[in-house]
């Protein structure tokens, strides 16, 4: 989106000229799904799918807030103060701004005036692609840079995170808010979830590009059985400590868990548990895979990926189902998996960029088929975290 378009926007909304324009992205994962929060490693980026906002500044100590994605008309506000969650429906979407408002002021910032800001996203909703982590960086640098906070960026992550699970009530990992929060240009971020140690990799595919494919299948975690997943992969733990000295499964290799899946003793919990130790394994092969250039390999890995998710976690469903499997059917493709919590949302392939087009005319005709509508694709260009424009 250009920044002229924002600026009018803003105008129109607020009848002021804004002081400042700023874009936060969406996120995709390479590999590492469902790991974050078992203590393992994933491979995510930053895309140019994002979240813009308009800033300006007020001299009272009001907050108002407008989305030109709801009610372009609608502006809410709510006082510096002013420390509940939103429980009204239409007023909800604002607690990932609010969220981070309250995080950063329990962590010791101060806010001496209110503010206006009107966002607008072109993450296309419930889509997978992290669009309450992309607000809540977005608010956090925004915040950082207007109020001159001394705040470290991987702070922000973290105060992202502690807005999803305390603020909005969804157990999720650090993943999202990192991949936001640290994106850089043409690299993917190697994460242990467990240190928080990272390193960037650079995302070398060649003649190939990642397309991002969107079921339209609309989806909110909160409301999904993510958490009940948490709470399976938790209970996997605790029956493997009778054994094992661990507090994740992400500490444990597969001849580990072979070697002691008996623990567990019920059938789903097994194959949850089993899910997020080799997939957390798959991740470092396909950093391995990365570095030597092995770009079959890391398709190869990526298809494992969608199984395990499909089979053992049970996360992906007859959408993200029909996406990856028609995928694999075609000329060009190394690899394809859904994405993100699942139950609906995204998933991505890698394509041969010539046959790219090919690509999204013949698997969205077979899943508009079978599903009965359309899904949208997406060529995905990886980009920087944060920044103002």
Known sequence: MKKEALLQEYQDVFAKPAEAVYFSPGRINVIGEHTDY???????????????GAYGNRDDNTVALSSANMDES???TFELGDTKPETVPERKWINYFKGMLVKLTEAGQTFDHGFNLLV????????????????????????????N????????????????????????????????????????????????????????????????????????????????RRAESEEAVHRL????????????????FDRYDYLIADDVMIRRARHAVLENQRTLY??????????????????ASHVSLQYDYEVSGIELDTLAHTAWEQPGVLGARMIGGGFGGSA???VKKDQAE????????????????????????????????
């Open 241 to 256: 400590q009778k054994k094992l000295d661990i507090k994740t499964l992400g500490e444990i290799d597969a001849k580990t």
């Open 348 to 350: 991505i392939a890698i």
């Open 74 to 76: 609608a502006i809410i």
């Open 358 to 389: 090919a690509f999204k005319t013949n698997v969205g005709k077979v899943y508009r088929d079978k599903i009965g509508y359309d899904a949208d694709f997406y060529d995905a260009e990886i980009v920087d975290g944060p920044h103002q424009l």
């Open 120 to 147: 607008h996203g072109n993450l296309p909703y419930g889509a997978g692609l992290s669009s309450s982590a992309s607000i809540e960086l977005l608010m956090g640098y925004i915040l950082k840079d207007q109020f």
């Open 286 to 303: 396909a950093k391995e895979a990365l570095l030597n250039g092995d770009l079959v390999q890391l398709g190869q890995l990526i298809n």
């Open 149 to 228: 906070l001394q705040v470290e960026q991987l702070d922000l992550v973290k105060l992202g995170q502690k807005v999803e699970n305390e603020f909005v009530g969804l157990n999720s990992g650090i993943m999202d808010q990192f991949a936001v929060g640290m994106g850089k240009k043409d690299n993917a971020m190697l994460l242990d979830t467990n240190t928080m140690e990272y390193e960037y990799y650079p995302l070398a595919l060649g003649d190939y590009i990642i397309v991002i494919m969107n079921t339209n299948k609309k989806h909110s975690l909160a409301d999904s059985s993510y958490n009940d």
């Open 38 to 52: 078992n203590g393992g490693h994933v491979f995510p980026a930053a895309i140019s799918l994002g979240t813009f």
